[in-house]
């Protein structure tokens, strides 16, 4: 379960003014996990969206922009951040918490901090470790691995549902997060082979 301290420190990141606009959100890896090294922020409305962005581009550095999302970089004074942090405004959708929460990959992702500090989950979130394949994206087994090892408890089923689907479909191209970058099945497959405790 996310502290109080951690929704203050993912906070201090943000603009103080972005807090007077509704309808915007943190979900993902930052609420998953005390370790992050990026902030996505995700909106319900087009309206907060065009609210928040100017507030970035006046005081944060664009990273790189896509059609699905802009990244800025944040020069943080936290010494447990090795590099610069990269706080990401999602624009790929604008929907209702709920529906928005639903579409990602790995259940314990399902959960949003609102701007109010209160944390929003759907149910399965705090299920052990599971992925959602019809949700799959070019970076789902990379962030799979990524959770294993960051403790998160997972069935060696739910590894075998991933692999099985994946040979099943090794041809078929999966989209990426927030860039256009691509991945095929098959590449996904490799990289869950290659993963040491996995591989032999």
């Known amino acids: 379960m996310i502290t109080i301290y951690q929704i203050q420190n993912l906070f201090s990141h943000l603009p103080k003014p972005m807090f007077d606009i509704p309808n915007w959100f943190i979900a993902g890896g930052s609420v998953t996990s005390s370790s992050f090294t990026d902030i996505d922020i995700y909106f319900s409305t087009q309206a907060a969206y065009d609210a928040v962005l100017p507030l970035f581009k006046e005081h944060y550095s664009i990273l790189h922009e896509t059609e699905n999302a802009v990244s800025f970089t944040y020069k943080s004074s936290n010494v447990f951040l090795s590099s610069p942090l990269i706080i990401q405004l999602i624009h790929r ?108």
Request: with cysteine; hydrophobic share 40%; aromatic share 12%.
């Open 93 to 200: 959708s604008f929907q209702p918490i709920p529906l928005i929460l639903a579409d990602f990959d790995l259940n314990v992702c399902r959960k949003a901090i609102l701007p109010s500090g209160k944390l929003f989950t759907l149910p399965e979130s705090n299920h052990p470790l599971q992925v959602d394949l019809s949700n799959l994206r070019a970076n789902t087994a990379s962030r799979f691995i990524k959770y294993v090892e960051r403790g998160f408890i997972t069935h060696t089923l739910r590894f075998e549902e991933l692999i099985h689907h994946l040979i099943a479909n090794l041809d078929v191209e999966l989209p990426g997060y927030y860039a256009n970058t691509t991945q095929t099945c098959f590449q996904s497959l490799f990289k869950l082979y290659s993963y040491s405790p996995f591989s032999g």
